[in-house]
């Protein structure tokens, strides 16, 4: 079992910035590859980005390719994204995710791959 628990969320202006953390607690991180997801009022949730066991390899959703950063601490048992050029649209509940693995280079936008999931954090990015 592992608890995840985000932070980092908040309120802020079209074109800001912010780094959302996932905090994980309970086995060993880098047996995790790591997973963000969204959902947005009304809507599915959608993928976001995920990391490697390693943070060797990454990939992240179309629509936040080149303003979204991945990346991953395994002393600190944390994973970070960080958020630029935030868009209204990008305004969502923000979940991390782990999917425990043997494959070192695994990563995966699908949902039924992540076995534990935090409880969220709000972004709001305002016009």
């Known amino acids: 079992q592992v608890q995840l628990v985000e932070s980092g969320g908040g309120l802020v202006q079209a074109g800001g910035s912010l780094r959302l953390s996932c905090a994980a607690s309970g086995r060993t991180f880098s047996n995790y590859a790591m997973g963000w997801f969204r959902q947005a009022p009304g809507k599915e949730r959608e993928f976001v980005a995920t990391?490697?066991?390693?943070?060797?390899?990454?990939r992240y959703a179309d629509s936040v390719k080149g303003r979204f950063t991945l990346s991953r601490d395994n002393a600190e048992n944390t994973v970070y994204l960080q958020m630029n050029s935030l868009k209204p649209e990008d305004t969502a509940v923000y979940y991390c995710?782990?999917?425990?693995?043997?494959?070192?280079?695994?990563?995966?936008?699908?949902?039924?791959?992540?076995?534990?999931w935090g409880q969220g954090t709000q972004v709001t990015v305002s016009s």
């Open positions: 990391i490697s066991r390693s943070g060797g390899n990454m």
């Open positions: 995710a782990a999917s425990l693995t043997a494959n070192p280079l695994l990563v995966s936008s699908m949902e039924n791959v992540y076995h534990y």
